[in-house]
């Protein structure tokens, strides 16, 4: 697996450490990389870096790709990890996508159509487990003042919480008969920014709201972050693709495969607080 170093693939690691699976973590930096016994880790300096790694893959049968980090070339990097597994003689590639990513108006969601196109282009087994936006990362949205912005609207979303992802994904990667399969990865259940505000309110004490911006406010209230105009643009799509009703669909599908309900966002709140 790739992007071993990080919080999606340091969680799927420790899970298909649980089943027993043999593993290789293909990491950036040996040092950062998950102590998990057993597992081999190897290095490429970036999904970019083909000979790398086509090295570092050199006698997988499954290769799970976690998108890369936020980049103006991250579908190019995508694409050369791809070639590179098929370079190695990789025999399935799990990729973790996003949900509706083909008609999507997030920017990064469309990122991942185009990578999934490539690698059902490459002739190599595929499966596509589709996420929707992390639950977890729900939070962080809060500003200072305590006030979660953005073009949302009214629009829902069904968030998942990363570990519950991660649980799917291990079934997918250990078990038989999900080749060729996608899975829409949601929530339990979808709700509007202003009913996330409601229950961080009640779970935290403090008065959170949520206030919808046009547009031209969105940009206006990130100028200041310093992030490239592609980057603040792919922030604000996000809440777009949320009023636009992308995001609220509700999937049984991680229950079919865990056995178990994703977990609400006041249960994650009510856990962590």
Excluded: C
Aim: proline share 4%; no cysteine.
């Amino acid at each position: 697996m790739t992007g071993a170093t990080g919080g999606m693939g340091t969680r799927v690691a420790r899970r298909l450490a649980d089943r027993g699976a043999p593993l290789r973590l293909v990491v950036r930096d040996r040092s950062r990389a998950a102590q998990i016994a057993g597992a081999e880790v190897r290095e490429a300096s970036s999904y970019g870096a083909r000979e790398e790694m086509r090295a570092a893959l050199e006698g997988v049968d499954t290769m799970f790709l976690i998108p890369a980090k936020e980049s103006a070339d991250r579908v190019e990097q995508h694409r050369t990890a791809v070639d590179a597994a098929v370079d190695a003689g990789v025999q399935r590639v799990v990729y973790l996508s996003f949900v509706g990513a083909h008609r999507s108006s997030f920017t990064l969601g469309r990122e991942h159509g185009a990578t999934e196109e490539h690698i059902v282009a490459s002739g190599v087994p595929y499966t596509f487990p589709r996420m929707n936006l992390y639950m977890d990362f729900i939070p962080s949205m809060v500003g200072e003042d305590g006030v979660i912005r953005g073009p949302a609207a009214d629009g829902r979303l069904a968030a998942i919480l990363r570990d519950d992802i991660a649980e799917a994904v291990a079934v997918v990667l250990t078990e038989q008969g999900h080749e060729g399969r996608g899975y829409d990865l949601t929530g339990r259940e979808a709700f509007t920014l202003a009913e996330a505000a409601e229950e961080l309110s009640r779970a935290t004490g403090r008065r959170i709201e949520f206030h919808d911006e046009t547009l031209e406010q969105a940009r206006a209230s990130r100028a200041g972050f310093g992030a490239p105009d592609w980057e603040v643009e792919a922030w604000i799509s996000s809440y777009v693709a949320i009023a636009n009703g992308e995001l609220e669909g509700v999937s049984p599908d991680l229950e079919r495969l865990t056995g178990r309900p994703p977990k609400t966002l006041r249960e994650y709140l009510a856990e962590s607080s």
